[in-house]
């Protein structure tokens, strides 16, 4: 597709469970973001990848937030042992360096 | 200080109306500067790019001042459906928001 694709669109998960988010950027382009978005709040940055970078990993909140990005490509953001405080929208953006980015329709997380 | 700032709103303001906000941000060395809007419990989307000489997408505008490190987006002849939170930009090795600007057209 030509847009940015984010799967699952909707999860449900038990406090506790580990949960893994796909992010598919937009093809060419060679920055990646997430963000999450709770409830009447802001975006909240989580991780950036450019490229072969290092990925800038300083808005993860826990040691219980990951993410890779593999071949520059496809990225898996994993939330382990997951709290109800993660529930959120996590949002996946990608663009090409400094130029716009455009953003997934996102997956809605909730923690029981 | 943040990285971009924003006038939080909200503005609430009737049909045909023009409503104009700022954005402000920290890094004078930005170059590249965005609006995006965000609908309730969607994703943002990009409304318009900022040039340095300013430009125009139909009803509206977007200006650039570099020596104050503001951007600034006026809407004219405001619609109902122009509803929704304006968010500034600023994309330099990566994109930091504003906190969104909230506009609520009546009819």
């Known amino acids: 597709g030509a847009g940015v694709s984010q799967s699952p669109s909707n999860k449900v998960t038990e406090k506790g469970k580990d949960v893994e988010l796909r992010c598919d950027p937009i093809?060419?382009?060679?920055?990646l973001y997430w963000y999450r978005q709770s409830l009447g709040q802001g975006l909240e940055f989580l991780i950036y990848?450019?490229?072969?970078?290092?990925?800038?990993k300083s808005g993860l909140p826990s040691d219980r937030f990951s993410a890779e990005r593999t071949g520059g490509s496809v990225s898996t953001l994993t939330i382990q042992r997951t709290q109800q405080e993660d529930s959120a929208v996590y949002l996946c953006?990608?663009?090409?360096?400094?130029?716009?980015?455009?953003f997934g329709q996102g997956t809605r997380l909730t923690v029981v | 200080r943040k990285e971009v700032e924003q006038d939080p709103g909200p503005f609430n303001v009737p049909e045909g109306a023009t409503v104009a906000f700022n954005c402000t941000y920290s890094?004078?060395?930005?170059?590249?500067f965005f609006w995006y809007r965000q609908d309730c419990r969607k994703e943002p989307k990009l409304l318009m790019s900022?040039?340095?000489s300013g430009n125009e997408d139909g009803r509206f505008t977007a200006q650039l001042n570099r020596a104050s490190q503001y951007i600034s987006l006026l809407i004219r002849d405001s619609k109902l459906s122009d509803s929704a939170t304006y968010l500034c930009?600023?994309?330099?090795?990566?994109?930091?928001f504003g906190a969104g600007t909230t506009v609520t057209v009546r009819a």
């Open positions: 990848f450019q490229g072969n970078s290092a990925p800038d």
């Open positions: 900022v040039y340095s």
């Open positions: 953006a990608s663009s090409r360096y400094r130029e716009e980015a455009f």
């Open positions: 890094n004078s060395a930005s170059q590249s």
């Open positions: 930009v600023v994309n330099d090795y990566k994109l930091s």
């Open positions: 093809s060419g382009h060679t920055a």
